[in-house]
């Protein structure tokens, strides 16, 4: 990813306050940024209305909407939010407000230039997704010991996948985390299989999805 200098303007699908249904912060307030636009089309994706669309905000209004909500954990999320040059500096400009930042990026552009201080969550797409060729897999290498890896599993196959990109990569001593496909693969399911591996990798069960049933699905 090139940054463009100067970039102030991004355009956005929705900011929101919820509970982080995600990551180790999971069961927090966190106040959303969910930008538009993605390069990828995950089989499963639930946000497909992030593809387009949206309206424009100024890094400026993004951080006056920040501070009014009284939330310090904050995630930009997607789509992509990588695409967007304007997202390295509302990352910056957030930490600098003294904001906890979660930066969730698809896997498939390049870390460099975040804002060391953000916390990435980095979402490693699997076979299932259909998306698993688009990795870029230099990243993990860019990764900080607080920096988070995600696997979205849709059945045994992308499990026996993961398990290989894992060693493969040296991931065992990276904070892992471990996501049931939302109405494809039982959460019961794959905590048996983490158990019965003795993998070193934490259940992500979408906690929002399960929290707020069919009424706010973020």
């Not at 959460?187 to 990798?201: G, K, M, P, T």
Request: glycine share 10%.
């Amino acid at each position: 990813m090139t940054v463009k200098e100067g970039a102030t303007r991004l355009l956005v699908s929705e900011t929101f306050v919820s509970i982080q249904g995600e990551s180790s912060f999971a069961g927090l307030p966190c106040f959303f940024v969910r930008l538009s636009g993605c390069n990828l089309r995950c089989s499963y994706c639930d946000t497909r209305y992030a593809y387009s669309g949206g309206y424009e905000m100024e890094i400026d209004e993004v951080l006056a909407a920040v501070r009014a909500s009284g939330i310090g954990l904050v995630e930009v999320t997607g789509g992509e939010p990588l695409l967007q040059s304007a997202t390295f500096p509302l990352v910056r400009r957030l930490c600098e407000e003294g904001c906890r930042v979660l930066v969730e990026t698809n896997g498939s552009v390049d870390l460099g230039g975040v804002d060391s201080r953000a916390v990435i969550i980095l979402d490693l797409k699997t076979p299932g997704s259909g998306m698993s060729e688009r990795m870029l897999y230099e990243n993990i290498e860019r990764l900080k010991p607080s920096d988070e890896i995600k696997f979205v599993i849709t059945g045994r196959a992308d499990y026996e996948w993961m398990k290989g990109v894992v060693q493969r990569y040296d991931l065992a001593r990276r904070n892992l985390l471990l996501s049931p496909a939302f109405g494809l693969l039982p959460a019961e399911e794959l905590a048996c299989w983490i158990i019965e591996d003795r993998l070193n990798a934490r259940l992500n069960i979408q906690l929002h999805k399960h929290v707020f049933r069919g009424s706010v699905l973020r």
